[in-house]
């Protein structure tokens, strides 16, 4: 094998073990450790690894996986474990899944969910769904339909939770705490205006609010109930206003808000903010442990400290670090998403962009695969962008097996047989490759046939198979030749219809729909059924259209 070869195996092969990213360094290493020569002439040829490096990074996942199997390639199935939790006890281990209802479950929400129910699955503890719904900033409102679909992504995900709470409705409970925390002298209601607080918190300056004495404090605690307007007064928490992290510095942990929410109205109108309800809730339930993102380390240390006031045992805080998926049009955010559908960019929660649990559920990914998907990446602090393509591989080895197969023809152009043999009325088809007893029947009713324009082009003058019916030589003027009801190994194997054709749709992933044919036997496929596109991809049925799921 040449060094160019040897180079361009070892870049395939890091980029399949490393989710589609060949890193130069280790492709160099591995050259000097198969050829220990080349380590004389490294300086010659480190511009044709990168090279060859460049080229591999810009393959898909799948083309990276397939030319892998070339090289007789396979990654070892490994058994991912996670980490033990610090100090929990088999069957004491209490977590919660804390979902904002501002529209259903995503990718991202995904990894949070199945890492706790994975945990309390090991210890045999209990996870309790808490729905995060105190009224937040107006640009992520709570929607009503949330609460719903996000139990029905979990049920989706085979997720169990033994109790359901609502913030929404535990208001007493936090005004409660809030009044003792204000009575051991440790908060105070600012009447300073949002840019004052912001300037001082910069510059680590009290403003006179902070003077005010215990009883002084109550009465205003009070008034944050019906005088002070929204945006008059906040509750905030005495910290150190010389702390070296301004966001730590009195933070607002009350608020007024006159907006109405869907489960309570206008019944309360001072509303919590996250690190109080949570020092507050994970006291009351029990939480042994607690997993969240890295983002939200400032919050671990704000409950911290609310429970040093309030004398509560701390417990523990586990984090993980932020994912992003590598696909074109893809949209993690909530409140994008929710903006472009009222705009109407996006035709729902279902459209394929939002990545929401909903949309791949349309489009046919599978939980069990998306469990598997984040299981692989283990619990690590490291922000990662994950190839699209990893959870398809995943789902692949799910449905492939199940998936029936049939023609669709894109772009299609008709080119005419001038002696195909007229005692052809039908071919039989395996409608899965492993599957043989299983056939679909397509009837040849003329002598001209449907192919995608771009087979015909670059296929003119040589010769391809109709797969299941034949060999052919493409002609100039959209003429082809009957060779032989034989298909040659060599031969390219192309997708065809006949007189009979059905006309579909195809939803894909960036959004845009596609418009094609296929053959008659699609009118059976039925409603959730995932089919093959031989040659085109995976496609789930919905009512009137597919939903294109990977290749």
């Keep these: 094998m040449e060094i160019k070869e040897v180079i361009r195996k070892n870049a395939i092969i890091n980029a399949y073990l490393h989710n589609g990213r060949a890193d130069v360094n280790s492709v160099i290493s591995k050259l000097i450790a198969e050829i220990p020569e080349v380590k004389q002439r490294i300086k010659e040829i480190i511009g044709e690894v990168k090279k060859i490096v460049e080229e591999v990074n810009k393959l898909s996942f799948k083309e990276i996986e397939e030319e892998a199997k070339k090289f007789e390639f396979r990654k070892k199935e490994e058994k991912r474990e996670l980490p033990d939790l610090p100090n929990a006890e088999i069957g004491k281990v209490v977590m919660r899944l804390a979902p904002y209802p501002s529209g259903p479950l995503h990718i991202g929400n995904a990894r949070m969910v199945i890492l706790n129910d994975e945990y309390v699955k090991k210890y045999n503890g209990k996870l309790i769904l808490f729905f995060d719904d105190t009224i937040g900033s107006e640009e992520k409102p709570i929607e009503k339909e949330a609460y719903e679909m996000i139990i029905e992504d979990l049920k989706w995900l085979n997720v169990n939770y033994s109790e359901i709470y609502y913030k929404s409705d535990r208001l007493e409970i936090y005004y409660k705490y809030a009044e003792e925390v204000i009575k051991k002298g440790f908060a105070y209601v600012c009447t300073c205006s949002k840019e004052e607080i912001r300037r001082n918190r910069k510059f680590g300056i009290e ?94 240390t704000m409950q911290e400290y609310i429970w040093k006031i309030l004398n509560i045992k701390p417990v523990h805080f586990i984090h993980y670090g932020m994912m992003k998926i590598a696909e074109e049009g893809s949209k993690l955010s909530k409140s994008k998403c929710r903006e472009l559908i009222k705009k109407g960019e996006l035709i729902g929660w279902e459209d394929p962009r939002t990545w929401s649990l909903i949309s791949l559920r349309k489009r046919g990914i599978k939980p069990e695969a998306i469990r598997k998907f984040i299981l692989n990446m283990g619990l690590s602090l490291a922000d990662v962008t994950v190839a699209a393509e990893i959870l398809y591989a995943e789902n692949r080895k799910i449905i492939d097996k199940e998936a029936m197969r049939y023609f669709l023809v894109k772009d299609p152009i008709e080119i005419e047989v001038e002696n195909f043999d007229k005692n052809i009325r039908e071919v039989l088809i395996p409608l899965h490759p492993e599957v043989k007893e299983k056939v679909r029947k397509i009837e040849i009713k003329y002598n001209k046939f449907f192919i995608e324009r771009e087979d015909y082009l670059k296929n003119k003058g040589n010769r391809i198979g109709f797969i299941g019916l034949g060999s052919f030589l493409i002609k100039e003027n959209y003429k082809a030749e009957f060779l032989t009801k034989e298909i040659f190994y060599e031969d390219q194997k192309i997708q065809w219809l006949n007189r009979d054709f059905v006309e579909v749709k195809i939803l894909m992933p960036n959004g845009k729909i596609i418009k094609a044919i296929a053959e008659k036997n699609v009118e059976s496929v039925k409603y959730d059924e995932i089919v093959q596109f031989i040659r085109f991809g995976f496609c789930r049925k919905d009512k009137e259209i597919f939903f294109f799921s990977h290749t």
Excluded at 222 to 233: H, I, N, P, R, S
Excluded at 281 to 297: F, P, S, W
């Design 207 to 300: 403003c006179k609010c902070r003077n005010r004495n215990v009883e002084e404090n109550l009465i205003l605690w009070k008034k944050m109930f019906d005088e002070f307007k929204e945006g008059e007064a906040v509750l905030r928490i005495k910290t150190d206003m010389k702390h070296k992290d301004p966001a730590f510095r009195d933070r607002v942990i009350f608020r007024i808000s006159e907006r109405e929410h869907p489960r309570v109205g206008k019944k309360y109108r001072v509303w919590p903010l996250l690190e109080f309800s949570w020092a507050v809730d994970d006291y009351l339930i029990g939480t042994t442990h607690i997993l969240r993102g890295k983002q939200l380390v400032i919050e671990d």
